[in-house]
């Protein structure tokens, strides 16, 4: 028996008591008559004492050689510490040793082995099996476990059915690039991993199974960022018989019981907007909702008053920034600076101060007067002590822009606090979006979300203005989860793939088994995915995911860990019929 209790179990109850523990070595004290060492494991930390008064000199010398995360075992009595630590549960006991037995020495760790740690994100990543060791990424993989856990029992309690699809799939046209893999036995074929179990979860409806899920890995070759890695986890679920309601209640269900359970918060109905409604007002489908600062469009209160910049402009916006009518020339001059870099891409902006004495200072006050910026703080809603920025130009690119400077001022402000959650259903997506690129319509979603039936009828005349069936689950300002009802008929599937540029051949030859498979009896079905990681992170009160994949990549898409990936051999290449062509 290598341990009797773990290292984070020991109470005061417990002194007197012989105990066995083992674990890693977090630090020691020597002060040559008495050694002190922190003894850690997953549960927590518990403090040894070596006391040459009353241990072995040879127990003593061995405690001596320890160094920073050795793993060792030790067996001792359980005694009350004079100086108590009232920050770690065991912090009123202490182990005075009286066996010592070193399991495996180990070289000065690369960083710090603390909650605070001197190790760089990379240096870290490289030894992530180091980092894991600390309680930010420890306490973070258990909180994704419990999660995890919560998301089981609550579908399970549903009826959901938890079913495995397969990995090594077809690959098809629509959506991210995938990731290939050769297939030896099939020369010149190739299987592509799952962006997500879609097609599969859709013909389990046709199969009866009425209710699926799956937590399931799936993978999408593109550019990452914080939020985003190129193999990541999804709740995946699909109901049968059910319209658009039905999915909501559910799954607002699975999110409430999520923060009752994880953090004790009640939330009794989550408002919803429909995707219109969320870029009017926010500039963004995925809008955080925890704080103001709605838009205010201003066309009709800030053009013909012969200031050409708006009189030009198909959209006149702006924000009411709370109590900021205090912020100097250089701190609005560093917020045009800001919103005029190439990733936003203003090419100006115009303020506003809303005096608390109530008047008005503008940029443009050659132009307009008091009672003129009197209409611009009613449209957004400025009261006395706020600053109300404003952005101009085409109307798509310049809410775009303006959301960005939302988010960034909330940041500042500190108004997106981690500990409060907003979730918001977003509904009524558009159909179909218009790709410069190629010269043709994309689905928004996927293929086959299935169209508002009252907007039918614009698919041949006016396709970029039906609505689809869709919905996204957004919390505080992210995206964790969107679906939509399915086309079920091979008719409405086949007139999809038409708007979308593909031939009945092509159709065919990419989903053929899925339409062939929806003239046996489809029933009308619909689902959802959650993206477990970043649900899991913005519930841990985090914006990156990183800390709470056990083994993530960076931002180039490489495990620095394991050195992935990596090139292979000649032999693995011929046994596959591959030959490579790389362009420097």
Not at 7 to 12: I, V
Not at 157 to 181: H, Q, W
Not at 472 to 496: W, Y
Request: charged share 25%; with cysteine; hydrophobic share 40%.
């Amino acid at each position: 028996m290598y341990r009797s209790h773990n290292c984070g179990e020991l109470r005061l109850t417990d002194t007197d008591k012989e105990v066995t523990l083992a674990g890693w070595v977090q630090k020691s004290r020597d002060k040559g008559f008495m050694i002190w060492v922190d003894l850690r494991d997953r549960y927590g930390i518990t403090q040894l004492i070596f006391d040459e008064a009353r241990t072995d000199e040879t127990i003593m010398q061995q405690a001596r050689s320890l160094g920073r995360e050795f793993v060792i075992q030790i067996k001792g009595t359980v005694i009350e510490r004079e100086s108590k630590n009232i920050n770690i549960p065991t912090g009123e006991v202490e182990v005075l040793v009286n066996e010592l037995m070193i399991l495996n020495e180990a070289q000065l760790p690369p960083f710090t082995i603390e909650d605070e740690t001197d190790g760089g994100e990379d240096l870290r990543m490289k030894y992530r099996y180091l980092d894991i060791r600390r309680n930010p990424v420890k306490n973070s993989l258990l909180f994704r476990h419990k999660v995890t856990q919560e998301v089981r029992n609550y579908l399970s309690n549903m009826d959901f059915c938890e079913v495995e699809t397969p990995y090594l799939i077809k690959s098809t046209p629509e959506g991210a690039r995938d990731f290939v893999v050769p297939s030896r036995m099939n020369p010149g074929q190739f299987y592509a991993l799952p962006q997500s179990p879609q097609t599969f979860k859709q013909l389990l409806m046709v199969g009866g199974l009425d209710k699926y899920f799956q937590i399931v890995k799936c993978f999408r070759d593109e550019d990452l960022r914080a939020d985003r890695q190129p193999e990541f986890t999804q709740i995946d679920c699909e109901m049968a018989f059910i319209e658009q309601e039905d999915i909501l209640n559910v799954f607002e269900g699975l999110t409430r019981h999520l923060l009752k359970t994880t953090h004790d918060i009640d939330i009794a109905q989550f408002p919803r907007m429909t995707y219109d409604e969320a870029m009017q007002r926010y500039g963004n489908d995925k809008p955080d909702i925890r704080f103001g600062m709605e838009f205010g469009e201003l066309n009709a209160v800030a053009q013909h008053k012969e200031f050409a910049v708006f009189n030009n402009a198909e959209l006149v916006v702006g924000i009411a920034v709370p109590e900021a009518a205090s912020y100097t020339r250089k701190q609005i001059d560093t917020l045009i600076d800001w919103v005029k870099r190439p990733q936003v891409g203003a090419s100006g902006m115009v303020y506003c101060k809303c005096e608390v004495d109530g008047t008005f200072k503008s940029s443009v006050d050659k132009f307009y007067d008091q009672a003129d910026l009197a209409k611009w703080a009613e449209v957004t809603g400025a009261k006395a002590g706020d600053l109300i920025l404003v952005l101009s130009g085409p109307a798509n690119k310049t809410r775009t822009q303006l959301s960005a400077l939302r988010m960034e001022l909330a940041n500042r402000l500190g108004l997106r606090k981690p500990d409060e959650f907003a979730p918001l259903w977003v509904t009524d997506f558009p159909l179909l979006e218009w790709d410069e690129e190629t010269g043709r319509y994309h689905a928004m979603h996927h293929p086959f979300t299935s169209p508002k039936k009252e907007d039918m009828h614009l698919l041949d005349t006016d396709p970029g203005k039906v609505r689809a069936n869709a919905y996204d689950l957004v919390l505080n300002g992210n995206e964790i989860g969107g679906g939509s009802i399915r086309i079920h008929d091979k008719e409405t599937q086949a007139l999809m793939f038409k708007h979308l540029g593909f031939t009945l051949e092509q159709a065919q030859e990419q989903f053929g088994f899925l339409l062939n498979a929806f003239q046996y009896g489809a029933p009308p079905h619909g689902g959802l995915a959650f993206g477990l990681d970043r649900l899991v992170a913005i519930l841990g009160g985090q914006e990156t995911i990183r800390d709470f994949i056990a083994f993530p990549k960076n931002n180039a898409g490489r495990d620095v860990m394991i050195d992935a990936p990596a090139a292979i051999d000649n032999v693995q290449l011929n046994e596959l019929s591959l030959a490579l062509n790389i362009k420097g």
